[in-house]
Structure formats: structure tokens, C-alpha cells
């Protein structure tokens, strides 16, 4: 029940490749913009107007996922393999980024519950194998289609041009290991990792854990008791590469209509129109995710 070591990405294209013939896999066409904002060239993602059925289906699967869970059991032909007595890796059915890997709970635990060792076990296993960007939408307030956790993960460059996350220039003028990034305009917090260790997956996890639980409290978002598990208090989302950790806060889903979660904060957003492709470049970028953030 454990991951082969070595063997991810090679599952991943081979499951891609056959849920593609299989027609399991539903992609999200969209057109890319460049919006330039605050120092940040944010990529925006615009569904195609093909494309438009297959997001709405996705839209109303991930309502219907209150009541359904689309994880317990997966669809055979998305899953890609075991990743841990705990977790497996499962194809993002409607994607819009190739590749894109759900990291789920074998059983059913709710995605408001604290992240924990084993969380970040099989997130560390993944990251050790696929150069990636790690990300969790922690609640509904925070991005999240359904209740059931996944851990999410998508190869880099999230960009065909410029940096491989768009944020991360404005990361690397943080001072020292911990600290407030200059620049982000809404409560955060945001530490450097050890990316040596990601050749030791269970060490980069206990660290990242720990990284975690001084992030979380660094953004006041607390652990509450309830029904025996530890949950958050607030709606967050966690960004997680081999080089470093962002915890964000946030008020709300979204703002005029335009939904935000952690990709977000990694400077790319998600429009479903043209109409909101309009709303971001009145906003900027940079208002929006401080309006769906904390001040
Ligand atoms: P989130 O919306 O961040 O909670 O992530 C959940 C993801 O699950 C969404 O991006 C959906 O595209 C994806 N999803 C919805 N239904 C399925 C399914 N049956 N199998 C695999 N992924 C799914």
C-alpha cells in the first residue's frame, strides 16, 4: 500500500493517457492572459467557451458532492496508485492544468480537519517525485468543492512564460526563514523549507508539519476540538513547494462573482467569463485576493 519510490510521474501520465482514451477525464479549456499587478504578473485562466459544459458539469458535480462523495469510492479509471496506508493519488477529474493530482484520504475525514503527520506524509511523498506546486483548500470559504480531504498537487511551471509561480518573486524579497512577505497586502504567513530534504520525504514531512502548526498559529487560525478531531477555526489556504510554506487566511469565497482558492495566492486565478475576466482587471489582481483574504 505504499508508493513505489520513483515511479509517480511515469503512473501519472500513464493513468492520464489512459483516462483521457477512456473519457474519465473531463479537461477545462481556457485562454491565458498575463494581468500585471503590484509587482506580480498573475496568469488569468478564461474558460473557453467550449469548454463552457464541462466546467458547468463540474460546477454542478462538486454541488452535488455535498450530498455525494466523488472520492468513497474513486472512479477506477482516475486512480493513479496507493500512496500511503492512509492516502492515494487520484486524477483532478475536470482539470484545467495537466496533471493535476487530488492526494485523498482513505477514509472519509473532513477538509476542515487540521492537517496532520499523515497529510503530510503522502503530500512530501508526491513532492519528492513531481516538482510541484502542493495546495489545500482548507473550507468551503477557502476554495473547497467538497468535504471529504484531499491535498492537492500540480506540476510546475504553472506558466509557459515568466516565473514558475507567478508569486514567488515577490516571496523571495521575504527577510530571513520567517517572516512577513512586503508586498502581500492581507494577512499571511510565510516560511522558507529545507528543499535538500525533500530526498528524505518522512524528514521534510515532520518538518513541514511543524512549519504548519507555527504558520497557522502566525496567521490566528487555531485548532478547535470537535467530535473528537481537531478542526480549524477559520477558512485558510496552504501553499506548500520544496522550498517553501504560505498560509493565508481568508474572509470569504469570493468577490463579484470571481471565486478564489489557494491557486490564487500562488497568482493564478480561475475566470469563468469574460464578464469576470473584466471584474479582475477592474479590480486588479491584488485587491481581489486581499478582498477574499483578512485584513
Ligand atoms: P476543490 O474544489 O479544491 O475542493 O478540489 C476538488 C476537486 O475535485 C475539484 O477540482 C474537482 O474538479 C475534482 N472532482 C470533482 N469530482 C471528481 C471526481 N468524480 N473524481 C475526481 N475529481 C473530481
Not at 146 to 164: D, N, S, T, Y
Not at 221 to 243: C, D, F, H, K, M
Not at 250 to 260: D, I, N, P
Request: glycine share 8%.
Amino acid at each position: 500500500m505504499r508508493l513505489q519510490p520513483g515511479t509517480l510521474w511515469a503512473q501519472l501520465q500513464r493513468r492520464t493517457d489512459h483516462a483521457k482514451r477512456s473519457g474519465a477525464l473531463r479537461p477545462i479549456d481556457t485562454e491565458q492572459a498575463m494581468v500585471e499587478d503590484a509587482g506580480v504578473r498573475f496568469l488569468v485562466r478564461q474558460v473557453s467557451s467550449l469548454s463552457r459544459k464541462d466546467a458547468d458539469g463540474k460546477r454542478l458535480s462538486t454541488q452535488a458532492g455535498a450530498a455525494a462523495n466523488p472520492f468513497l469510492p474513486p472512479e477506477p479509471d482516475l486512480v493513479v496508485t496507493d500512496i500511503s496506508d492512509s492516502h492515494f493519488a487520484l486524477l483532478n477529474k475536470f482539470y484545467v492544468i495537466d496533471h493535476h493530482l487530488l492526494i485523498v484520504t482513505r477514509r472519509f475525514e473532513e477538509q476542515e480537519a487540521l492537517l496532520n503527520r499523515a497529510d503530510f506524509e503522502a503530500l512530501f511523498a508526491c513532492l519528492a517525485e513531481v516538482d510541484g506546486l502542493g495546495f489545500y483548500n482548507g473550507g468551503v470559504a477557502g476554495g473547497a468543492s467538497q468535504r471529504h480531504k484531499h491535498l492537492q498537487i500540480v506540476p510546475l511551471p504553472l506558466a509557459a512564460e515568466g516565473p514558475a509561480i507567478p508569486i514567488a518573486p515577490l516571496l523571495a524579497a521575504a527577510p530571513g526563514a520567517a517572516a512577513a512577505v512586503p508586498g502581500l497586502p492581507f494577512r499571511h504567513a510565510f516560511a522558507r523549507l529545507d528543499a535538500a530534504l525533500v530526498r528524505q520525504p518522512s524528514q521534510a514531512a515532520r518538518a513541514a508539519l511543524e512549519c504548519y502548526r507555527a504558520l497557522m498559529a502566525g496567521a490566528g487560525v487555531q485548532a478547535i476540538e470537535s467530535g473528537g478531531e481537531l478542526r480549524q477555526s477559520a477558512p485558510y489556504n496552504l501553499l506548500v513547494t520544496r522550498e517553501w510554506m504560505l498560509l493565508v487566511p481568508r474572509s470569504t469565497e469570493s468577490v463579484e462573482g470571481v471565486a478564489v482558492n489557494a491557486l490564487g495566492y500562488a497568482g493564478s486565478l480561475f475566470v469563468r467569463d469574460a464578464a469576470q475576466m473584466a471584474t479582475i482587471r477592474k479590480l486588479g489582481p491584488m485587491r481581489v485576493l486581499q478582498a477574499v483574504g483578512v485584513a
